[in-house]
T-cell receptor, first 118, second 114 residues
Framework: AQTVTQSQPEMSVQEAETVTLSCTYDTSENNYYLFWYKQPPSRQMILVIR??????QNATENRFSVNFQKAAKSFSLKISDSQLGDTAMYFC???????????????FGEGTQLTVNP | ETGVTQTPRHLVMGMTNKKSLKCEQHLGHNAMYWYKQSAKKPLELMFVYSLEERVENNSVPSRFSPECPNSSHLFLHLHTLQPEDSALYLC?????????????FGPGTRLTVT
């Protein structure tokens, strides 16, 4: 079974600064996906970024980028130029790329509450 | 807007009531999921439907009864709930096959059982 660990329950950052959220995972699989989801106070879960394990290049989406270290099983999220609207709970999630399952199965970490201060 | 809607957004019910949660997706997906999110706990996957067939039931009590009449709609029927069932219930959808199987979530239903 896979596990996902987010060791930072809470973090804060000043507006316009950069912050990095940590995530580690444990799996015996070689082919999988990793995601960061954001859940703001509205509770809407929003997909922020995805990384395919077979790709060496780190994914980037505007101000959001990841540092994917496959050997270390680490998948951190960097938010640049933080904005007040980035205040949210951030969840790291693992998905096996097994084609034997119909649909997908996400394993979530416990989340990191990020607060962006003005 | 993620293309997944849930109604109602808030629900208060007594332990003897029967109610239903509804989820609808407009993304052309054919897999749908129910999650329970309680305070201070990771998301718990409850049920998985793929191609309108239930493919996973994670030891959920029988007082929760899912229904998937077609690939766009998913229901969660509730009866004789307990106060500990109070939580945010999230619905999600994804393609059932292929490489791009990430899940898209609805806004959730905040359920309070009194």
């Amino acid at each position: 079974a896979q596990t996902v660990t987010q060791s930072q329950p809470e973090m804060s950052v000043q507006e316009a600064e950069t912050v990095t959220l940590s995530c580690t995972y444990d799996t015996s699989e070689n082919n999988y996906y990793l995601f960061w989801y954001k859940q703001p106070p509205s509770r809407q879960m929003i997909l922020v970024i995805r990384q395919e394990a077979y790709k060496q290049q780190n994914a980037t989406e505007n101000r959001f980028s990841v540092n994917f270290q496959k050997a270390a099983k680490s998948f951190s999220l960097k938010i640049s130029d933080s904005q007040l609207g980035d205040t949210a709970m951030y969840f790291c999630a693992f998905m096996s790329n097994s084609f034997q399952t119909s649909g997908s199965r996400l394993t979530f970490g416990e989340g990191t509450q990020l607060t962006v201060n003005p | 807007e993620t293309g997944v809607t849930q109604t109602p957004r808030h629900l208060v019910m007594g332990m003897t009531n029967k109610k239903s949660l509804k989820c609808e997706q407009h993304l052309g997906h054919n897999a749908m999921y129910w999650y329970k999110q309680s305070a201070k706990k990771p998301l718990e996957l409850m049920f998985v439907y793929s191609l309108e067939e239930r493919v996973e039931n994670n030891s959920v009590p029988s007082r929760f009864s899912p229904e998937c009449p077609n690939s766009s709609h998913l229901f969660l029927h509730l009866h004789t709930l307990q106060p500990e069932d109070s939580a945010l219930y999230l619905c999600a959808s994804s393609p059932s096959s292929g490489r791009q199987r990430e899940q898209y979530f609805g806004p959730g239903t905040r359920l309070t059982v009194t």
